[in-house]
């Protein structure tokens, strides 16, 4: 059974670079045919997909965000990575990332909660 | 892009109704749509892919139908653990989600 989780600070301020981590388990990143997406949903809001990047290594950016955006991916470490820049309050969200195997997202971390605040 | 959109936003049932939620594309998504089942403070469940297949697991009083832009999410009966925030997702570009469903009880 794919897990994966979120991780990260918590807190960042305004106009800093917000950083995460989703560390994979119970499978390897690298096998199969997979895109790995991070999603967010505001407090009480719905959700917003952020971004996506292919088992080989190809991206692809909500076209909203992918000024500030890059995604990666380190098979080595089975972790994909998120970097959002200039962040500002909006950007304050439960930030998740998941799998998608062709047919919708199956598999999903618990979520991450970052706050944007000085 | 794919705008998605839902109705109703909030719908009040009782255990036992049978409920229907729609959801909309701003253009034609084939067959490319997922039903995700959220509950607060979790992540999103999927349900159902490709309008109408359940995922593993899903009660079958769960199903979906349509095709081009107009979908439905049926529960037959609804049960009390069905009480949740209901969203739509389309896989034909990129992704989008509608701006979900709240289920709650009447």
Same mark, same amino acid.
């Given at each position: 059974q794919v897990q994966l989780q979120e991780s990260g600070p918590g807190l960042v301020k305004p106009s800093q670079t917000l950083s995460l981590t989703c560390s994979v388990s !119970? !499978?390897?990143?690298?096998? !199969?045919?997979y895109y790995w997406s991070w999603i967010r949903q505001p407090a009480g809001k719905g959700l917003e997909w952020i971004g996506r990047i292919y088992t080989r290594g190809s991206t692809n950016y909500n076209p909203s965000l992918k000024s500030r955006l890059t995604i990666s991916i380190d098979k080595s470490k089975d972790q994909l990575s998120l970097n959002l820049r200039s962040v500002t309050a909006a950007d304050t969200a439960v930030y998740y990332c998941a799998r998608d195997d062709g047919a919708g997202f199956d598999f999903w971390g618990q979520g991450t909660l970052v706050t944007v605040s000085s | 892009d794919t705008q998605m959109t839902q109705s109703p936003s909030t719908l009040s049932a009782s255990v036992g109704d049978r409920v229907t939620i729609s959801c909309r594309a701003s253009q034609s998504i084939s067959a490319w749509l997922a039903w995700y089942q959220q509950k607060p403070g979790k992540a999103p469940k999927l349900l159902i892919y490709r309008t109408s297949r359940l995922e593993s697991g899903v009660p079958s009083r769960f199903s979906g139908s349509g095709s081009g832009t107009e979908f439905t999410l049926t529960i037959s009966s609804l049960q009390p653990d069905d009480f949740a925030t209901y969203y739509c997702q389309q896989y034909n570009d990129y992704y989008s989600f509608g701006q979900g469903t709240k289920l709650e009880i009447k």
């Open positions: !119970g !499978g390897s990143i690298s096998s !199969g045919s | -």
